[in-house]
């Protein structure tokens, strides 16, 4: 499929980076890119190789929004990358289980970012077990340097959860930290009391309020007082549980280890 710019040209949205003409110059005179052309597909591994000085830092500070002035076409997602806020580009949101067993898997975590599709590339899947020691997960969490962390919770790793997210806001204070499962979904207003490092509670079935979150925090849509499945702690340190998303229809629902779309 083709989507078409204001000005008429044509992005491709099949590829997830397109670069059209790109010429960028730190000297005047010297242009370090000079009429680089490439599509980068979606889901896609690609290494730039060459010697020093042949722009591959160059085209990585261009896609990170820290280099610009560039003349011709970046588009990320076939919108062009000056439309988009350098903010959105870099904001991780981290969505993390901690599993009974290393050969199971969290169907949870994956059916919330399929439905948050949209957001996708700003949300990274985290997968522990319960054998693994809180220090390895803190660590692990650390590293990946989470804007926001999400973590599911059930009866078999609650325990380890909550001293994991304990301790990783002491490490990063403003990090949002939130929860939701079915071990946290009930007496909503005790845990969040218990818990005061919890930033808040998502409460029933998740994909909609955990889209709705992504976009809170990627995109600055919406806001969590008027946000629907949540509870959490308003200004004057009070838990407010907020009303019941609407059931889901489960047609609405994508397959969540299909990602392609």
């Given at each position: 499929?083709?989507?078409?710019?204001?000005?008429?040209?044509i992005v491709?949205?099949?590829?997830?980076?397109?670069?059209?003409?790109?010429e960028f110059?730190?000297?005047?005179n010297?242009?370090?890119?000079?009429?680089?052309?490439?599509?980068?597909?979606?889901?896609?591994?690609?290494?730039?190789?060459g010697?020093?000085?042949?722009?591959?830092?160059?085209?990585a500070g261009?896609?990170?929004?820290?280099?610009?002035d560039?003349?011709?076409?970046?588009a990320?997602g076939?919108?062009?990358?000056?439309?988009?806020?350098?903010?959105?580009?870099m904001k991780?949101?981290l969505?993390?289980?901690?599993?009974a067993?290393?050969?199971h898997?969290?169907?949870?975590?994956?059916?919330?970012?399929?439905?948050?599709?949209?957001?996708?590339?700003?949300?990274?899947?985290?997968?522990?077990?319960?054998?693994?020691?809180?220090?390895?997960?803190?660590r692990?969490?650390y590293?990946?340097?989470?804007?926001?962390?999400?973590?599911?919770?059930?009866?078999?790793?609650?325990?380890?959860?909550?001293e994991?997210?304990?301790?990783?806001?002491?490490?990063?204070?403003?990090?949002?930290?939130?929860?939701?499962?079915?071990?946290?979904?009930y007496?909503?207003?005790?845990?969040?009391?218990?818990?005061?490092?919890?930033?808040?509670?998502?409460?029933?079935?998740?994909?909609?309020?955990?889209?709705?979150l992504?976009?809170?925090?990627?995109?600055?849509?919406?806001?969590?007082e008027?946000?629907?499945?949540?509870a959490?702690?308003?200004?004057?340190?009070?838990?407010?549980?907020?009303?019941?998303?609407?059931i889901l229809?489960m047609?609405?629902?994508?397959?969540?280890?299909d990602?392609?779309?």
């Amino acid at each position: 499929t083709e989507n078409r710019m204001d000005d008429g040209a044509i992005v491709t949205s099949g590829n997830a980076i397109e670069f059209e003409n790109v010429e960028f110059s730190y000297e005047e005179n010297r242009k370090i890119l000079k009429g680089i052309s490439l599509s980068l597909p979606k889901g896609s591994f690609i290494s730039l190789v060459g010697e020093s000085g042949c722009g591959k830092s160059t085209i990585a500070g261009l896609l990170t929004g820290t280099l610009k002035d560039y003349q011709g076409k970046i588009a990320i997602g076939g919108v062009e990358l000056s439309e988009i806020k350098e903010e959105e580009i870099m904001k991780k949101i981290l969505l993390t289980a901690v599993n009974a067993k290393y050969i199971h898997s969290n169907l949870a975590v994956y059916s919330l970012r399929a439905y948050a599709r949209e957001l996708k590339e700003n949300i990274v899947l985290a997968e522990y077990t319960i054998n693994n020691r809180t220090e390895y997960i803190l660590r692990e969490i650390y590293l990946k340097k989470p804007d926001v962390i999400c973590f599911s919770c059930y009866i078999w790793n609650i325990s380890i959860i909550l001293e994991v997210a304990e301790e990783f806001h002491k490490l990063c204070p403003k990090v949002p930290i939130w929860v939701g499962g079915p071990e946290v979904s009930y007496e909503v207003e005790a845990f969040l009391k218990e818990h005061p490092f919890i930033t808040g509670v998502i409460i029933g079935e998740g994909e909609k309020t955990f889209s709705e979150l992504c976009r809170y925090y990627v995109k600055g849509e919406g806001s969590l007082e008027e946000m629907k499945g949540i509870a959490l702690f308003d200004g004057a340190g009070n838990v407010q549980i907020h009303e019941s998303q609407e059931i889901l229809d489960m047609n609405t629902i994508p397959f969540c280890y299909d990602l392609s779309e």
